[in-house]
């Protein structure tokens, strides 16, 4: 537990050059390294890579289609270019502020405690609706193919499995998400190789075209940035190795490595998968809305490879992607409720670390109840859940730019303008379109979530204390 106080530790990181302290560790900041650090440079690309997910596009390719009148790569190719942006932010703070919990992190050492909480907020909203978001797609799935099998049942064993592997350690989470990684590549390389052999035979009416990635007579900002708001579930992920900072060998510097390398590998196959699926439904204008938009991207799978095939990518894709990418977001949530805790921001009792296993056990089992609880209310509500999840990553992405160019242009007094101005200004440009651009039930659900924030933070200002200490004092 941290042996300063709050006031000490936000003097210390606010102290000229306190930026450059990074390599002397989260003591610099006032904290103990209790944590252990065991992950490598490839453990956290691994990582990255299972939460973002290889193979995202397939749950969400239809509805992204219709939204961009087909050019779904173009789509992806916009998204890369927005997140990179981010990233970098990612990268500047993760190296000025060593510790885990992510964007609320940045922003509470950055800007200030308030504007830390009101971050951590909002990615709680991306964090803790993630794992169940993917757990009812993995349930709605098999109960499709099983449907004796309750949803609710499905979500509750795949839950137990994965709190299980986090409960262990993070080793333990890294060993299995290597091996779910290598299974979806694998699946990947099989969909793409069955495609270029379709093209080459014209399978379907498939040939080569430039329409998926760039069609002048229906391309408009509104538009691509509309279809992004959909498609930017698929990147969410990369940011997430950030809570790990405390747990990588190499540091703040290995978590940046990972987290551009994750986002760019990811995007690239991104583009390629969806645009050769694209190929083989140049002449439809649309998918219709509801089961048919859902499965787009198993109809596709079916023409290039068969009935066989599209089992392949709708069971075992949905099943290695959902339980990889929930594994690794059940791990990053309880480093965010940790980080939060230690601050006294949430109650300190999440903040315990297992002395054996050190892991924050009561943060990853808190993690799990809620999820089950979401899990089973919510297992009708797939859209909803969706919309949800996109607005608090992308709250949490404002959050970060704006950290970058208060801590170091308005703090630190940097002169170093693309790294520390330019880039993270294009970078909230570039998000906040893609918010305002995104559906209404997401933008009204996050609000209303950003204004249950916000009263608790006043309520908790006007008693002169903290989240964490009222809570602690209330129970």
């Known amino acids: 537990m941290p042996k300063m106080t709050p006031q000490d530790v936000e003097a210390r990181s606010s102290a000229p050059g306190s930026a450059d302290a990074a390599p002397g560790g989260i003591e610099s900041f006032g904290y103990r ?12 690309l691994v990582y990255g890579l299972v939460f973002i997910t290889p193979i995202a596009p397939w749950s969400s390719f239809g ?18 270019v927005a997140m990179v942006f981010t990233a970098r932010s990612y990268m500047v703070m993760s190296a000025a502020f060593p510790v885990a919990g992510s964007v609320y992190a940045y922003a509470g050492k950055g800007i200030g405690e308030s504007a830390g909480f009101l971050a951590g907020w909002a990615l709680l909203l991306d964090y803790l ?23 609710p049942l499905l979500v509750a064993v795949f839950l137990a ?33 069955l495609c270029l052999v379709g093209l080459a035979h014209g399978v379907g009416g498939a040939r080569l075209s430039m329409a998926p990635l760039f069609d002048a007579h229906k391309i408009s900002p509104s538009l ?3 279809a992004l708001s959909l498609a930017a579930l698929s990147f969410l992920g990369f940011d997430a190795i950030s809570t790990l900072t405390e747990e990588a060998k190499g540091g703040a510097r290995a978590v940046g490595f990972a987290t551009m390398l994750s986002l760019l590998v990811a995007a690239g196959l991104f583009v390629l998968q969806t645009y050769l699926a694209s190929l083989f439904v140049l002449d439809r204008a649309s998918f219709a809305p509801g089961d048919e938009a859902a499965t787009a991207f198993f109809i596709i799978a079916k023409t290039v490879g068969g009935e066989p095939m599209r089992w392949a990518v709708s069971i075992l894709g949905v099943l290695l992607s959902g339980l990889a990418g929930a594994l690794t977001a059940q ?39 809620i999820t089950l609880v979401l899990g089973i209310f919510m297992v009708d509500q797939l859209e ?56 209404t039930n997401a933008k009204v659900a996050g609000l209303v979530w950003l204004g249950v924030g916000v009263v608790v933070l006043v309520v908790v200002k006007l008693r002169g204390g903290r989240p964490g200490a009222l809570i602690e004092e209330e129970t």
């Open 33 to 44: 390294q209790e944590l252990k650090r065991t992950l490598s440079s490839f453990d956290l």
């Open 63 to 80: 509805f992204v289609f219709n939204a961009s009148h087909g050019m779904v790569p173009l789509v992806y190719v916009v998204g890369l």
């Open 129 to 151: 609706l993630l794992p169940t978001l993917i757990y009812v797609i993995c349930a709605v799935a098999i109960h499709s193919v099983l449907p004796a099998l309750p949803k």
């Open 161 to 193: 499995l994965n709190t299980t592997v986090n409960i262990i350690g993070v080793e333990s989470t890294a060993k299995l998400s290597v091996v779910l990684l290598f299974l979806q590549i694998v699946l990947l390389a099989v969909f793409l190789g």
């Open 224 to 226: 691509i940035f509309g």
């Open 331 to 369: 791990a990053a949530t309880a480093r965010l409720l940790f980080s939060m805790a230690r601050d006294g921001m949430l109650p300190r009792a999440l903040a315990h670390v297992n002395a054996r296993r050190q892991t924050p056990i009561r943060a990853i089992l808190l993690t799990a109840a």
């Open 384 to 439: 909803l859940l969706t919309s949800m999840v996109n607005f608090g990553a992308l709250a949490g992405f404002l959050a970060l730019h704006v950290s970058v160019v208060i801590w170091f242009v308005g703090k630190q007094k940097s002169r170093q303008w693309i790294s520390h101005l330019l880039s993270p200004v294009l970078g909230f440009a570039i998000v906040a379109y893609v918010l305002v651009n995104a559906q």
